[in-house]
């Protein structure tokens, strides 16, 4: 897509985000700047531009935006919460299978979805017992870890590669910038959600070219 596409893309999620943000403003207790109304609608727009400049055709296209939208939001109210709400996570699985299943039947390629499937389920499952060997994740990063990996399964094994380990890396990252600056200890809780769609936008992006011999 050419940058004046990408951009008029981006112009639609961005004025959707003025108006989601109150509603996304209920998850929380109290008011919450991570949850205003300019900061939504800025992250609505930029995920909503990055799902324009990698996908590769109009149904993919409109399955990105919102999926990329979708995680946008999760990363705020995750910030703002602690919390990966069932309302927000769930309707994405719906979304993410009914797009790419769409494309799959689109491209004649079953093989792409179920491979996606099997991913996100994988993943899925590797969240799950890493959180109850650790005791550090919550089942919405268990559930979000499903979502990532069906999408980045249906990306290819580079993008699900490099978005898993840049997920925990980004993750740790931030926790040590945070004991380093003494904004916690390593027994407090920190909300990973956004780390996690960090490193799969990482792997989106740089997987195949830091990765290519498993492409």
Do not use: H
Not at 54 to 76: D, K, R
Not at 129 to 153: C, E, F, N, P, S
């Amino acid at each position: 897509m050419s940058t004046s596409q990408i951009i008029g893309v981006a112009l639609i999620p961005t004025a959707i985000g003025v108006f989601v943000a109150p509603l996304l403003a209920r998850f929380a207790d109290r008011p919450c700047p991570m949850l205003n109304r300019w900061l939504v609608a800025a992250v609505s727009g930029l995920t909503g531009g990055f799902a324009a400049v990698i996908a590769s055709n109009p149904v993919e296209l409109i399955t990105f935006v919102i999926l990329a939208i979708g995680c946008g939001w999760l990363a705020l109210v995750d910030l703002a919460t602690y919390r990966l709400p069932n309302r927000l996570v769930l309707p994405l699985y719906g979304i993410a299978i009914l797009g790419l299943g769409w494309n799959a039947i689109a491209a004649a390629d079953p093989g792409r979805l179920l491979a996606a499937v099997i991913t996100g389920a994988a993943i899925l499952a590797g969240y799950f017992l890493l959180g109850l060997a650790t005791g550090r994740l919550g089942l919405g990063d268990v559930k979000l870890a499903g979502l990532i990996g069906l999408t980045l399964g249906w990306a290819g094994v580079p993008q699900t590669v490099l978005g898993v380990l840049g997920g925990f890396a980004v993750g740790a990252a931030v926790a040590a910038g945070l004991l380093i600056t003494r904004r916690t200890d390593r027994k407090a809780d920190f909300p990973f959600g956004p780390s996690m769609i960090a490193g799969a936008v990482l792997g989106l992006i740089f997987g195949p070219t830091i990765l290519p011999a498993l492409g």
